[in-house]
């Protein structure tokens, strides 16, 4: 079997930021550790400007800012036209050369931010795979929105139905608020995969099966806190931020189990001024110590807001989050809810305070608060939570009445999550099938 899968090649191609690098490079890596040759490619910029692990092959591809990346495009349009115009034609070579030079590649799996990664697997013959990095659910929704099947303008407080089964009921402060429109391609791919799993969205899997191709995967977690098939795998593998991680464990080191309150709005989300004070202020009055990944703060802010809020917390720009989520002092996550955080969070089983900026996050904190039950949301007072409020909550998952129920629900979620992608378990089985499907296509 070994031998045989030396024939199959899938090249992964990541949209360049951190929520995307990351589950697409855990995926290249389980192919890898189960016998596939495995390439990444992401943009020029990103590749010279990232550390990424020895143990993952990466090659370079155009979005037409070679030089400065992301930043240097006036609007994310902007950014996404010339992705597809350099990108399509760096892909195409890139295949090329990938082919002259050992395995022919036989599969793209793309993220969903470059649909034209499906044209270049087109034109060479090959199978497609969409990677879908946000929740099924969510997927479900920006689709049904891009079907006209809901009217945001409309601006009722509930919508009248869930729009699809297995979808809890949603008022309009639940909705995605950035929506994406790529999934009318999603019928044209050999396989689109989720990074989750079937057991968290069992019911709205199913009816979506009836439409795409969809296959579920994840959770795309690095597998040292999962099943621990790949030696060493405690990151994963491409950080876009430099970080001390060893600053941060020796602090949880000295703190009680599962007193400390971590805080992070992951890579994207900017928290205005006014919501860091809160955050530092609802932080300093609840008593109960923090590690803040504060990283847009300049460094004289940050000093400042160090001095303000005293010796209870450690803050810092950045950090390893999935080996300061599986430390045994840590007892709460306050988080923006982006889609990696939310796995993240779930397969580690640690309660979960929700404020979501944007995009789908309103939508993940609709579910771990009301669905999985592993947490609350924060009321937001025109879209900032304040001290009180962050107090309230920080009560109720640490130590209210309900804290029982929600830290009970998290253990549980954590076995699940570990269990899907262990041998034998529902996405490692999914995988499994790719990878036959994969070295033996008419089958
Ligand atoms: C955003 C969206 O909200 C997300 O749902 C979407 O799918 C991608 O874009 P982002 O803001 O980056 O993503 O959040 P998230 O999806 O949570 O990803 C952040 C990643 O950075 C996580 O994998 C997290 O482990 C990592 N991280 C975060 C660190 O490694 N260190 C940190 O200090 C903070």
Same mark, same amino acid.
């Given at each position: 079997?070994?031998?045989?899968?030396?024939?199959?090649?899938?090249?992964?191609?990541? %949209?360049?930021?951190?929520?995307?690098?990351?589950?697409?490079?855990?995926?290249?890596?389980?192919?890898?550790?189960?016998?596939?040759?495995?390439?990444?490619?992401?943009?020029? %910029?990103?590749?010279? &400007?990232?550390?990424?692990?020895?143990?993952?092959?990466?090659?370079?591809?155009?979005?037409?800012?070679?030089?400065?990346?992301?930043?240097?495009?006036?609007?994310? /349009?902007? %950014?996404?036209?010339?992705?597809?115009?350099?990108?399509?034609?760096?892909?195409?070579?890139?295949?090329? !050369?990938?082919?002259?030079?050992?395995?022919? =590649?036989?599969?793209?799996?793309?993220?969903?931010? $470059?649909? #034209?990664?499906?044209?270049?697997? !087109?034109?060479?013959?090959?199978?497609?795979?969409?990677? $879908?990095?946000?929740?099924?659910?969510?997927?479900?929704?920006? #689709?049904?929105?891009?079907?006209?099947?809901?009217?945001?303008?409309? !601006?009722?407080?509930?919508?009248?139905?869930?729009?699809?089964?297995? $979808?809890?009921?949603?008022?309009?402060?639940?909705?995605?608020?950035?929506?994406?429109?790529?999934?009318?391609?999603?019928?044209?791919?050999?396989?689109?995969?989720?990074?989750?799993?079937?057991? +968290?969205?069992?019911?709205?899997?199913?009816?979506?099966?009836?439409?795409?191709?969809?296959?579920?995967?994840?959770?795309?977690?690095?597998?040292?806190? +999962?099943?621990?098939?790949?030696?060493?795998?405690?990151?994963?593998?491409?950080? +876009? #931020?430099? %970080?001390?991680?060893?600053?941060? $464990?020796?602090?949880?080191?000295?703190?009680?189990?599962?007193?400390?309150?971590?805080?992070?709005?992951?890579?994207?989300?900017?928290? &205005?001024?006014?919501?860091?004070?809160?955050?530092?202020?609802?932080?300093?009055?609840?008593?109960?110590?923090?590690?803040? =990944?504060?990283? @847009?703060?300049?460094?004289?802010?940050?000093?400042?807001?160090?001095?303000?809020?005293?010796?209870?917390?450690?803050? *810092?720009?950045?950090?390893?989050?999935?080996?300061?989520?599986?430390?045994?002092?840590?007892?709460?996550? *306050?988080?923006?809810?982006?889609?990696?955080?939310?796995? @993240?969070?779930?397969?580690?089983?640690?309660?979960?305070?929700? *404020?979501?900026?944007?995009?789908? /996050?309103?939508?993940?904190? !609709?579910?771990?608060?009301?669905?999985?039950?592993?947490?609350?949301?924060?009321?937001?007072?025109?879209?900032?939570?304040?001290?009180? @409020?962050?107090?309230?909550?920080?009560? @109720?998952?640490?130590?209210?009445?309900?804290?029982?129920?929600?830290?009970?629900?998290? &253990?549980?979620?954590?076995?699940?999550?570990?269990?899907?992608?262990?041998?034998?378990?529902?996405?490692?089985?999914?995988?499994?099938?790719?990878?036959?499907?994969?070295?033996?296509?008419?089958?």
């Amino acid at each position: 079997m070994q031998n045989q899968r030396r024939h199959a090649h899938v090249l992964v191609v990541t %949209y360049p930021a951190q929520g995307h690098i990351n589950p697409l490079i855990q995926f290249a890596k389980r192919l890898t550790s189960k016998g596939v040759k495995t390439t990444v490619a992401t943009t020029l %910029y990103t590749v010279k &400007s990232i550390n990424v692990s020895s143990t993952i092959a990466i090659e370079p591809i155009s979005d037409g800012f070679d030089e400065g990346g992301f930043n240097q495009a006036p609007t994310l /349009q902007a %950014y996404l036209e010339s992705f597809k115009a350099a990108g399509s034609k760096t892909l195409t070579e890139l295949i090329m !050369k990938l082919n002259n030079s050992g395995t022919p =590649v036989c599969c793209v799996a793309y993220d969903l931010m $470059l649909p #034209w990664a499906l044209d270049v697997a !087109k034109d060479f013959g090959i199978s497609a795979a969409m990677m $879908l990095t946000n929740s099924a659910s969510v997927c479900s929704l920006y #689709w049904h929105i891009n079907q006209g099947g809901l009217n945001l303008l409309a !601006k009722q407080e509930t919508l009248a139905a869930p729009p699809m089964p297995g $979808l809890p009921s949603l008022d309009v402060s639940d909705l995605p608020t950035l929506i994406l429109d790529i999934f009318g391609i999603c019928e044209e791919n050999d396989w689109v995969f989720c990074n989750s799993f079937e057991e +968290l969205e069992s019911e709205l899997v199913e009816a979506l099966m009836a439409k795409w191709p969809v296959v579920m995967i994840g959770p795309m977690v690095p597998s040292f806190y +999962l099943d621990s098939r790949i030696e060493g795998d405690t990151s994963y593998g491409a950080s +876009l #931020w430099n %970080y001390d991680n060893d600053q941060c $464990l020796k602090w949880l080191d000295s703190m009680p189990l599962k007193s400390v309150v971590y805080v992070s709005f992951g890579s994207m989300a900017s928290i &205005s001024n006014e919501q860091f004070q809160e955050i530092a202020w609802g932080l300093k009055a609840s008593n109960m110590p923090f590690l803040w =990944v504060a990283k @847009e703060l300049k460094d004289n802010q940050l000093l400042e807001l160090i001095d303000s809020i005293g010796e209870m917390g450690l803050v *810092v720009k950045w950090c390893n989050q999935l080996e300061v989520l599986a430390h045994q002092a840590v007892g709460c996550f *306050v988080t923006h809810c982006g889609w990696n955080s939310t796995l @993240e969070g779930l397969s580690l089983g640690v309660p979960m305070v929700c *404020v979501p900026q944007w995009s789908d /996050q309103p939508t993940n904190a !609709k579910f771990l608060a009301h669905v999985w039950k592993v947490g609350v949301r924060a009321k937001q007072d025109q879209g900032i939570v304040t001290r009180e @409020e962050l107090g309230n909550c920080l009560r @109720e998952v640490m130590i209210g009445e309900r804290s029982g129920e929600i830290k009970s629900n998290a &253990s549980k979620w954590k076995e699940l999550a570990k269990r899907a992608v262990s041998v034998g378990g529902s996405s490692d089985r999914n995988i499994d099938e790719f990878i036959a499907k994969l070295l033996k296509p008419d089958q």
